[in-house]
């Protein structure tokens, strides 16, 4: 482990992934071998989470190709230098910023979208022209081997690696010394990530959890918006740090909202125990945490279970107790809470309670409550009468703040985030304007206030 991290050092410093075509070539070449290992990927995703073909594509393969497009199309125009105004004082001379990568790279990836959330902030790595060492979750071992297996077809392991091993495997890289960590995953690992890079000034990205809420005000057109939130809510079986992971609605219009949420989860999702295109949870610690949520609530739909193949039926509860557990730590499941408000004043207190979720959704047709809500609460993205699908574009960037994360990516950003913009002043050697020297005079003192305005 040690030695392909001194190999990766070694081969930074060689300063072969500064170069244009060499980053360019390394992009493609990881496009191409995942469009060529498709099947391959999507049969790891069935065995690893129960992903369909067509879910693993939308939500994981297709969104890694699209990023790498964006790299690709991009790279030259990200790696350029940008010219920037430069102050009269500084006259004659030219101002920009110069973007170069950090060097050394750790990419700590999650279970969920093993996938999209290794590859993705993969590629922004590559296009900023840093090596990268990637240690993907033992939860996803199928999915691992796969990463391992096109990351070895790619590339040199003293460019880019893949370490798989468990927590402890973990723990030793992070005792090593990087040039910029990036994490996936949940909030209190996320804080021995961001002790650990403290302890050599390591820059992160941590891309954490939350309890993310959705609201239906009740100008809100409740079929459609009910229809929405169960594909964001069971989409992956309800395991996305994204997914709406509670309700707030207007208890004018609550019962009739929970009519239209059963309605689609019996089109989306029927016979749960059977249907493809319906996920698994990853395994029986988080099956049991999940039935153990159950036990303090009151079901209004589903709940039905199997532990054999690891399957829970999406579940709608009712919560009146804001005390309960469920409303105090990620579900990350499908279990979908319903809370009545009698007006917008009383959620404030429980989204404030619950820290900067990392992303929030409101249903409405009112402009007014639109306003009110994005000017008054904190958290990181989100959508306006949809869930989850801000997520999936390169023009927007993706994280959290706070509690549920720092730093985002995606597109540019992804270039951004590895990479350490240099601003550089580059001076005329033919003028050297004399004011700014000693023995200063009050004429210099007059030049040096009129230039400083």
């Given at each position: 482990m040690l030695s392909i991290l001194e190999k990766q050092r070694v081969f930074f410093k060689s300063g072969k992934t500064i170069n244009y075509q060499f980053r360019l070539s390394a992009l493609k070449k990881l496009r191409e071998t995942i469009i060529n290992e498709q099947s391959t990927i999507i049969k790891a995703l069935q065995l690893d989470l129960?992903?369909?073909?067509?879910?693993?594509?939308?939500?994981?393969?297709?969104?890694?190709?699209?990023?790498?497009?964006?790299?690709?199309?991009?790279?030259?125009?990200?790696?350029?230098?940008?010219?920037?105004?430069?102050?009269?004082?500084?006259?004659?001379?030219?101002?920009f910023t110069s973007p170069y990568p950090y060097g050394n790279v750790l990419i700590i990836s999650p279970w969920n979208y093993p996938i999209l959330l290794t590859l993705e902030p993969l590629a922004g790595a590559i296009a900023a022209g840093?090596?990268?060492?990637?240690?993907?979750?033992?939860?996803?071992?199928?999915?691992?081997?796969?990463?391992?297996?096109?990351?070895?077809?790619?590339?040199?392991?003293?460019?880019?690696?893949?370490?798989?091993?468990?927590?402890?495997?973990?723990?030793?890289?992070?005792?090593?010394?990087?040039?910029?960590?990036?994490?996936?995953?949940?909030?209190?690992?996320?804080?021995?990530?961001?002790?650990?890079?403290?302890?050599?000034?390591?820059?992160?990205?941590?891309?954490?959890?939350?309890k993310s809420p959705v609201i239906v005000e009740k100008t809100a057109k409740l079929d459609l918006a009910a229809k929405r939130i169960?594909?964001?809510?069971?989409?992956?079986?309800?395991?996305?740090?994204?997914?709406?992971?509670?309700?707030?609605?207007?208890?004018?219009?609550?019962?009739?909202?929970?009519?239209?949420?059963?309605?689609?989860?019996?089109?989306?999702?029927?016979n749960y125990l059977t249907n493809t295109d319906y996920g698994k949870i990853i395994n029986e610690k988080h099956f049991y945490r999940l039935l153990n949520y159950l036990n303090e609530v009151s079901i209004i739909y589903g709940g039905q279970n199997n532990v054999d193949n690891l399957k829970l039926?999406?579940?709608?509860?009712?919560?009146?107790?804001?005390?309960?557990?469920?409303?105090?730590e990620e579900i990350f499941g499908p279990i979908l809470p319903i809370y009545a408000y009698q007006?917008?004043?009383?959620?404030?207190?429980?989204?404030?309670?619950?820290?900067?979720?990392?992303?929030?959704?409101?249903f409405t047709e009112n402009k007014a409550v639109q306003s009110e809500i994005l000017n008054n609460i904190q958290f990181g993205g989100g959508c306006i009468n949809d869930t989850i699908i801000h997520l999936a574009t390169n023009n927007l960037g993706f994280g959290?703040?706070?509690?549920?994360?720092?730093?985002?990516?995606?597109?540019?950003?992804?270039?951004?985030?590895?990479?350490?913009?240099?601003?550089?002043?580059?001076?005329?050697?033919?003028?050297?304007?004399?004011?700014?020297?000693?023995p200063y005079t009050k004429l210099k003192n007059k030049l040096i206030k009129l230039f400083l305005k």
């Amino acid at each position: 482990m040690l030695s392909i991290l001194e190999k990766q050092r070694v081969f930074f410093k060689s300063g072969k992934t500064i170069n244009y075509q060499f980053r360019l070539s390394a992009l493609k070449k990881l496009r191409e071998t995942i469009i060529n290992e498709q099947s391959t990927i999507i049969k790891a995703l069935q065995l690893d989470l129960n992903k369909s073909e067509t879910e693993s594509y939308m939500t994981e393969i297709g969104l890694v190709i699209s990023d790498l497009n964006y790299q690709i199309k991009h790279l030259k125009k990200n790696m350029k230098n940008k010219m920037v105004k430069t102050p009269l004082a500084q006259f004659k001379s030219k101002s920009f910023t110069s973007p170069y990568p950090y060097g050394n790279v750790l990419i700590i990836s999650p279970w969920n979208y093993p996938i999209l959330l290794t590859l993705e902030p993969l590629a922004g790595a590559i296009a900023a022209g840093n090596t990268v060492i990637i240690k993907p979750s033992e939860d996803s071992p199928n999915c691992s081997k796969i990463i391992k297996e096109i990351i070895s077809n790619c590339f040199p392991n003293e460019y880019v690696a893949v370490i798989e091993g468990d927590y402890k495997v973990a723990s030793s890289l992070l005792k090593e010394k990087w040039d910029y960590i990036f994490f996936t995953g949940s909030t209190n690992i996320g804080k021995i990530v961001y002790q650990a890079a403290s302890q050599n000034l390591t820059p992160v990205t941590l891309e954490l959890g939350g309890k993310s809420p959705v609201i239906v005000e009740k100008t809100a057109k409740l079929d459609l918006a009910a229809k929405r939130i169960v594909f964001g809510k069971f989409i992956n079986c309800g395991q996305t740090c994204v997914a709406p992971d509670y309700v707030l609605i207007d208890a004018e219009i609550k019962d009739k909202f929970i009519e239209y949420l059963i309605k689609y989860i019996k089109i989306l999702y029927p016979n749960y125990l059977t249907n493809t295109d319906y996920g698994k949870i990853i395994n029986e610690k988080h099956f049991y945490r999940l039935l153990n949520y159950l036990n303090e609530v009151s079901i209004i739909y589903g709940g039905q279970n199997n532990v054999d193949n690891l399957k829970l039926e999406p579940t709608i509860v009712e919560v009146t107790n804001l005390d309960k557990k469920i409303m105090s730590e990620e579900i990350f499941g499908p279990i979908l809470p319903i809370y009545a408000y009698q007006n917008l004043n009383e959620i404030y207190d429980l989204i404030v309670k619950n820290s900067e979720p990392l992303a929030l959704y409101l249903f409405t047709e009112n402009k007014a409550v639109q306003s009110e809500i994005l000017n008054n609460i904190q958290f990181g993205g989100g959508c306006i009468n949809d869930t989850i699908i801000h997520l999936a574009t390169n023009n927007l960037g993706f994280g959290g703040v706070g509690k549920s994360g720092i730093g985002s990516y995606h597109g540019k950003l992804s270039f951004k985030t590895f990479s350490h913009y240099r601003s550089i002043v580059k001076k005329t050697t033919y003028l050297d304007l004399p004011f700014r020297y000693t023995p200063y005079t009050k004429l210099k003192n007059k030049l040096i206030k009129l230039f400083l305005k």
